[in-house]
């Protein structure tokens, strides 16, 4: 490597510190630049989209510097590392939170309005990066965020998907699925690096040597690139800038030329295509599992390229694989890389010949798994053939890590033959399958779940009988969310008058308790009223939005009533409607004076369905067609307005989730492992109306219960209603949700979709396994008392201010800091400040 001495150093230094000055004209100068040199567009016309890309580049210039700057002192230190492995990032847009998270959105505004640009629009113009469906990939972001933030040396590990989560489009009330190309115009975030990358290997033949695992030696097969792109974190109000590595796939170096001679022009170059399929797309399904073996093929590409990196960053100051787990963390965003496990112990044992005890031991050492998941259908389970055929040396090595690890629980259960049935890592006879979180339990030295309540769903049943045998081994690490993209950026009206009123400038958006002093003025008008116009302010950027891409209009002075997540059976956006109509109903059958009592309501249901789930499509339809119906009866005099919100992403998230008043968490309890959603929008003042399920539960003992509109059956007693006969549901049907389908069978709201009708019967046949029928009476009940709250304005104010208040626990940076001291047991690393440099 070239070393360069002190002089050129100091030299090296202060040719940067001129390039990038904090003043207005140097960052004139830079945007101006990238328009010429980087764009080849002229500095004397260019568009909005064009000053968004300059002013990205400038942006990017300083974040390249703070993450070389991180990553040489990390080394230097030889400093412990956490690795984030996740299949999804779902990262929002970037400009205005790496902005705010170097301190310089102002600086940017100013410099960019004195040459006639409006920083806002320019926002605008930016392409939302979506390499994820929903929580899960969003719960990643938020960690990266937290981490830079909290100064802890860590990277993240993905795939840089050509498509991320398709674009939803509503024609004729159905969802339809664009592809989401967001390349198209470039992305000036990534750092392309051609040096860095690896190959990787699918199929060919393996040979042992030695006995036990002995040593393999895999050949053959299909060799392709994993090429690096980096994406730079910036923590907010440090230095310290990690980053996010995400994986392209490209042909192998070797190309055919064999095939190429004999004339196969065209099957050579469809083979090269072929690799480049893996990092195509991003399987669309949110808590259900795609069985693909292009799905494998994306997992193990990602791990294999992530676990050679990792090892090539390790060998940079040690020899010692002892240190291994002690300078490395990586934890598994669910069970979707856990095949990183296996790839580390091949390495180590087939690449590096360490014995097998070492390499299983550096293997526990270094793994965590959080599961974040309770739904059977999304557990992982791969084909043993499929495994076998393209991973044929990972597949012998479960065998393997599998008889060792039954021999110590027959040891230890002597006898119990159902318990080595349920934690074997295969299942079935005949037709064999690996389950991943068995794989994942047993290679991890923690297992997390994602709320309290989830993770004791998981001690006491998913994986009761793994708990048995690792007690220690599981714990919990409730979710949190991001501050600073959910409530600093997207709420600066809110952000204002926190900092104004507990008079501490910026400090509680890196420590979210100290919002708590805020409760103390949810009874002083003066404060109330401020916060009643931020809220204003927000419905009314909302309402713009509606009105600009759905052309609906929709009045200021209702209560916004909003739903959104993915559309999924069991978070019971079907049950929300159903109550719509129920309420349609009865405002259809009441007079002049008692319609007055009723609060109107904007409702907003949005999601995306996974493109092959068709009961959630179907809901989409039911949603569309109630909408219709209600929004064009001028009889009910806009009391109800039901708005689809389309095209649910992170940036219209950043638009509703502060102009909510209500926020729907309705679940059946014990399914939604924890949500994080409910999170933001209790950060923003809005009230949850919400089941004892996930998240709720915490943020209930935190806020209050009696600040919150909760309802339904908790967990056990959907147990008991489950365990009961269709017959004994059937005889207890709701009466107003009897209505309700009668009134949809009767053709209120449109012709009848099928398939809906066929869910509809089932539930009314006793089949109820969301337990809508057991919930809706509660769940009616809730909204009525929402009504009541929403109508003592003052009341209702005093109750979102205490959870504003009250939300600080739901901080991203409290659950880093419980992986950090828990899992991980890494402590923050705080670069040397710039200003030491040289100047
Ligand atoms: C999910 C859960 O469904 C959410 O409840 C959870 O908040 C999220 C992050 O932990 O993970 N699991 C999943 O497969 N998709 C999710 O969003």
Known sequence: ???????????????????????????????????????????????????????????????????????????????????????????????????????????????????????????????????????????????????ATLD?????????????????????????????????????????????????????????????????????????????????VPGFNTYNTNRLRLWRSRPGNEFDLQKFNDGQYDKSIMERQRAEYITS??????????????RLKQQYFFCCAT?????????????????FPKLNQIQLNDTHPAIAAIELLRVLLDVERLPYDQAW?????????????????????????????????????????????????????????????????????????????????????????????????????????????????FLNMTNG?????????????????????????????????????????????????????????????????????????????AMYDVLVKRIHEYKRQLMDILYIIHRYLQILGMNEEQRRNVVPRVVFIGGKAAPGYKDAKGFIKLINSVADRINNDKSINDLIKVVFFKNYCVSNAQIIIPAADLSQHISTAGTEASGTSNMKFTMNGALIIGTMDGANVEIAQEIGKENMFVF??????????????DEYRKGRLDGRLRNAFRAIYEGKFGALNDDIKGYLNRIEAGSDHYCLSLDFASYVEAQERADRTYRDQALWNKMAIIGIAKSGKFSSDRTIQEYCAQIWKITPKRIPNPADKPQ
């Open 361 to 473: 031991m550096i293997v526990t050492g270094t793994f965590g798994y959080t599961n974040h998941t309770v739904l059977p259908e999304a557990l992982e389970k791969w084909s043993v053939n499929m495994l076998q055929s393209l991973l044929p040396r990972h597949m012998d090595l479960i065998f393997f890590i599998n008889q060792i690890f039954l021999e110590e629980v027959k040891r230890r259960f002597p006898g119990d033959g159902r318990r080595l049935e349920v934690v074997s890592m295969i299942e079935g006879w005949e037709d064999k399958r690996v389950r991943m979180a068995n794989v994942a339990i047993v290679c991890s030295h923690h297992v997390n779940g994602v709320a309290a309540l989830h993770t004791q769903i998981l001690k006491a049943s998913v994986f009761k009988d793994f708990y048995e045998i690792f007690p220690d081994k």
């Open 307 to 323: 676990i050679q990196d990792i090892i090539k960053r390790f060998k940079l100051n040690n020899t010692n694989w002892n240190d």
């Open 712 to 725: 339904g059956a908790d967990v056990h007693e959907v147990d008991r209603y489950r365990a009961q006969t």
């Open 152 to 232: 802890i040396p860590a990277m993240g590990y993905g795939i840089r998907y050509d498509y991320g989560i398709f674009k939803q489009q509503i024609q004729d009330g159905y969802q339809v699925e664009q592809p989401d190309y967001w390349l198209a115009k470039g992305n000036p975030w990534e750092i392309e690096r051609p040096d860095v990358a690896y190959p990787v290997r699918f199929g060919g033949t393996f040979t042992k040597s030695g006995s036990g695992c002995g040593v393999g030696r895999w050949e053959g097969g299909e060799v392709v690139m994993a090429i690096a792109y980096d994406t730079p």
């Open 1 to 147: 490597a070239l070393k360069v001495s002190e002089g050129t150093r100091e030299n090296l230094w202060s040719l940067m510190n001129s390039y990038q000055g904090r003043d207005s004209r140097s960052i004139q100068r830079s945007i101006v630049n990238h328009v010429e040199y980087t764009l080849g567009l002229t500095r004397f016309n260019f568009k909005d989209f064009n000053a968004y890309q300059a002013t990205s580049y400038s942006v990017r210039d300083r974040l390249i510097e703070q993450l070389n700057d991180s990553n040489e002192y990390f080394n230097s230190q030889n400093s412990k590392r956490v690795y984030y492995l996740s299949l999804e990032f779902l990262l929002g847009r970037m400009l205005q939170n790496s902005l705010v998270n170097i301190d310089m959105e102002k600086k940017y505004k100013d410099a960019l309005t004195d040459i006639g640009f409006k920083l806002e629009e320019i926002y605008e113009e930016e392409v939302d990066p979506a390499l994820g469906n929903g929580g899960l990939g969003r719960l990643a972001a938020c960690f990266l965020d937290s981490m």
């Open 481 to 557: 969310v991001t501050p600073r993209r959910w409530l600093y950026c997207c709420n600066p009206g809110l952000a204002q008058l926190i900092s104004d009123t507990i008079n501490n400038d910026d400090d509680w958006v890196t420590d979210m308790r100290m919002v708590e002093e805020i409760a103390a003025y949810a009874d002083e008008q003066g404060f109330v009223d401020k916060f009643k116009q931020v809220k204003v302010d927000c419905k009314k950027q909302l309402q713009h939005y509606i009105e600009k891409t759905q052309g609906i209009h929709i009045r200021l002075d």
């Open 281 to 294: 797309v991003l399987y669309p399904n949110d808590s259900t599992w795609e069985g693909k073996q292009l």
